[in-house]
């Protein structure tokens, strides 16, 4: 039989950016909180994730901004070239006229360290508890309360769950017609080496995106400029019943054969890449009911190529602590979601747009390329402006 526990305070499901994020949150407005994370420890598993100003800001309310500073590294430019020319299409400087724009710098960072400094940050609050190896397995009701049963047969009883457990959320299913992600067609590559290691063609410390006929690449320096983070994404099909798994070399072949040499100089390396399937949710503004609600990509993962998912975590959290500090539970959820559900749709919906415009080949690449290339770096950023201008702290 289930053993019964003392009604906890708010429970999080999941440890990753969107849990940790939220728990600090729910510690800056004095609201206690229990993430309950499935993994044993956590991961140093990921690689590079960007954190523009948006971004930025969050960290900085949820108090976590110090703990991460080390690790940050801020390129001074984005580079877009053609992939299979080689050529530079458009080069956007990223400086201190970035940051005066967008009150914040644009910095990326490795997913680990970003995880560590968020960790390291709820371990200061003593209103944060965290319990690893710790599946939750449903949400139920009983007497009235809600109770989070674990794998592991227990149940505990509290006033409200956020379901921060990702894409493949288990809290999710607990909501009305709840999604299920599908796969968009997309395999994304990642690998990590130190920096000396990166081919000499390649060795830059600016963000360098190479568009190429049906995938891209993406490389730029982390841990604090010691590694470089390696994003090849090809367009095809996902075989497998896991949703990362190591890969071959080989399967880059086809996005590599038609790369100008620079980019091929990758393919002599001996690489380790690891691949995830390249997944979304369609948006659904169904995120919350009564006292439970989701968090970061649980309610709206998606494609990664405007490099905004733990960025829309961290400004997920910001808003719901504020919006339960001033509206309680149930009344602060729906608020929470009335608030971040139009900018997390429009973000799903413009990274699907950017993969098809980073892919084009014939005419329509050609075309690409053109306007890219007659379009001035400040118009190209006032096109992102409504991503980077973002402040969670507006809302
Ligand atoms: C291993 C990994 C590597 C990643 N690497 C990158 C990267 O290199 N670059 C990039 O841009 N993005 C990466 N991402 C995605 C990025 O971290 C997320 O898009 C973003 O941070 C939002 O994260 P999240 O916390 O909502 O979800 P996730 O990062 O998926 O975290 C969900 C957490 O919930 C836990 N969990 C799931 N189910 C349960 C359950 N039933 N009970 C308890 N715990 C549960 C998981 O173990 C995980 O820790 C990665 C995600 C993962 C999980």
Same mark, same amino acid.
């Given at each position: 039989m289930r053993r019964a526990e003392a009604t906890h305070p708010m429970v999080v499901v999941g440890g990753g950016i969107a849990g940790l994020a939220t728990a600090l949150g729910l510690a800056r407005i004095g609201a206690d909180a229990l993430i309950l994370e499935q993994s044993p420890a956590f991961s140093e598993i990921g690689a590079g994730l960007q954190v523009g100003p948006n971004a930025a800001r969050a960290l900085r309310w949820l108090g976590a901004l110090d703990a991460i500073e080390p690790y940050l590294f801020a390129p001074p430019a984005i580079r877009i070239f053609d992939g299979p020319t080689g050529r530079e299409l458009m080069v956007i400087r990223l400086g201190a006229r970035f940051a005066q724009r967008f009150g914040e710098p644009y910095q990326v960072v490795h997913r680990a360290d970003l995880l560590m400094g968020l960790l390291s940050a709820t371990g200061s609050e003593p209103s944060i508890r965290v319990e690893t190896s710790a599946q939750v397995a449903e949400i139920g009701v009983e007497h009235g309360s809600l109770a989070v049963a674990t794998d592991d047969g227990r149940k505990l009883s509290t006033s409200g769950v956020i379901g921060a457990d990702g894409i493949r959320s288990t809290v999710r299913r607990s909501l009305p017609r709840s999604q299920e992600p599908r796969y968009r067609g997309y395999a994304i590559y990642r690998a990590l080496i130190p920096v000396a290691g990166m081919p000499e063609e390649l060795l830059d410390d600016c963000v360098c995106l190479w568009l190429c006929p049906g995938g891209h690449v993406v490389h730029y320096p982390v841990r604090s400029g010691r590694a470089m983070n390696i994003v090849a994404v090809t367009a095809s099909a996902w075989n497998s019943e896991r949703w990362s798994e190591p890969a071959l070399r080989d399967e880059l072949e086809p996005l590599f054969a038609r790369s100008c040499d620079a980019l091929r100089a990758l393919t002599q390396h001996p690489l380790i890449w690891t691949k995830w399937a390249g997944a979304d949710l369609e $948006? /659904? $503004?169904?995120? /919350?009911?009564g006292r439970l609600t989701l968090i970061g990509d649980a309610a709206h993962a998606t494609l990664p190529f405007l490099a905004q998912g733990a960025a829309m975590s961290l400004e997920d959290a910001v808003v719901l602590a504020r919006t339960l500090r001033r509206n309680g539970i149930s009344d602060g959820f729906e608020l929470y979601v009335r608030l971040r559900y139009e900018r997390t749709r429009r973000l799903t919906l413009a990274s699907r747009k950017a993969g098809w415009q980073y892919h084009l080949d014939g005419l329509p690449r050609k075309a690409r390329n053109g306007i890219l290339s007659a379009t001035s770096p400040d118009r190209f950023l006032n096109r992102l402006s409504w991503i980077y201008s973002y402040d969670p702290l507006a809302d």
């Open positions: $948006p /659904s $503004p169904v995120w /919350s009911r």
